[in-house]
Each structure stands twice: as C-alpha cells, then as structure tokens.
C-alpha cells in the first residue's frame, strides 16, 4: 500500500527544473506532498484531491492523475533552500484513513 | 498558535525500560497522529485519534506501544519494555479533519 516515489535521488543545479513521481497501486482519495529538511519535521506542501486537478505554491505545482493513480510534483528555477526530502502521502478510500508516505526522494541543489 | 508540540526531544533509555512520550497539537486541529521514522524512510503510521477516540492502529505496532489521548487534547505514546529496534524518531502531527498534516519536531529515542 506504500506509495513508489520516483527517482530516488536528484542533484540538480540551481535554476534547474525537478520532476518528483508518486504512484499508488490503490485508488487515492487524496495525495499530501511533504518537503524535510535534515534533522527537522516534515512541512506540509500540498495536497490534491481525487477529481484530478493542479495547484501551485510559488515555483513548486503538482498534479494529480486520478486514472493512473499518480501524483506529479514540478519544481521550478530551483534555489538552495529547496534542497531536502520530499514525501508524497496518500490517503485512500473515503478519506478518513491516515496518510501512508513513501520513501522519499532526496534533491540537493548546488550553486 | 505555538504548532505542534513533543516533549522530551530526545530520550536515551536502557533495553527493558518503558518510555512514555508526549505531544500537545494544535488546538484547532481534532486529529492527531503518531509516526515513526528511521533513517533515509518515510514516516511510518503507529496510530491516530479524532477528538479523543482512537480510530486506527497499525497492524505492525507491537503490542507495546499503546497511547491515549484523554479529553481529546494532548496525547501520550507508551512503550513498554523497550527493545533496540525501537531506536527512532517518533513524530507526532495534527490535522483538522482531512487537510495537511502538521508536524511537531520530533522525539528521538536511543535504546541501549
């Protein structure tokens, strides 16, 4: 039922974009995205609802693809304070189970 | 609004020994959860109360981990006879009904 975050891992140079993939097995009700900085809690991004839609905070969108059951997060014109790791969290059913988190992807931003 | 609160940040304790954590949510927020998280993984769901029932508990929780939240505002972990593999960082997070989590900033336990 564990959500699969792809890629595991991204490097990328500030300015740069970053595609962050989260798929689901299970038909999703929602999807959380989550960023964590080391050593700190996770920090709620956004979350998008099954109906398949889009948000935007700032540079960082994501969306939500209720017939492949995946969740996209889009990060723009990177800067240093994005680097961490982002989670993807999905709640399945009606809506009242609690989130299950992937694995992470781990993206650093170099100068 | 001070956040999510979780008391003590970081317990060291002895194999055997019982721990009991707490966390103070959200006023506002009537759902509460802990998680578990252990290093390079994703926070890991032990339980969850909405106002002061316990709704759910993960099927992978020992049966020495048990918590409450009396008079649905703050909450307590226990876990009895600690083991090692028990070392973690326990997150606890509050919600109003379904919208996004809020963290607190974690309890690290170190059994030894």
């Known amino acids: 039922q564990q959500p699969v975050q792809s890629p595991q891992a991204v490097i990328l140079r500030e300015g740069e974009d970053a595609v962050i993939n989260c798929s689901s097995s299970?038909?999703?009700?929602?999807v959380h995205w989550y960023r964590q900085k080391h050593g700190e809690a996770p920090v709620f991004l956004m979350i998008l609802l099954k109906g398949g839609e889009q948000k935007g905070h700032d540079k960082i969108s994501a969306s939500f693809n209720e017939k492949k059951q995946q969740s996209s997060l889009y990060l723009t014109a990177s800067q240093l304070s994005y680097s961490g790791t982002y989670f993807c969290?999905?709640?399945?059913?009606?809506?009242?189970?609690?989130?299950?988190f992937g694995k992470g992807t781990r993206l650093s931003v170099i100068a | 609004d001070t956040g999510v609160s979780q008391d003590p940040r970081h317990k060291i304790t002895k194999r055997g020994q019982n721990v009991t954590f707490r966390c103070d949510p959200i006023?506002?927020?009537?759902?509460l959860y802990w998680y578990r998280q252990t290093l390079g993984q994703g926070p890991e769901f032990l339980t969850y109360?909405?106002?002061?029932?316990?709704?759910?508990k993960s099927r992978l929780l020992s049966d020495r981990f048990s918590a409450e939240r009396p008079k649905g505002s703050f909450s307590t972990l226990e876990i009895q006879r600690t083991e090692q593999g028990d070392s973690a960082m326990y997150l606890c997070?509050?919600?109003?009904?379904?919208?996004?989590?809020?963290f607190g900033s974690g309890t690290r336990l170190t059994v030894v």
């Open positions: 299970k038909a999703l009700y929602s």
């Open positions: 969290g999905t709640v399945v059913g009606s809506g009242n189970t609690p989130l299950v």
């Open positions: 997070a509050s919600s109003f009904d379904i919208n996004g989590y809020t």
């Open positions: 006023s506002e927020h009537n759902r």
């Open positions: 109360f909405q106002n002061e029932a316990q709704l759910e």
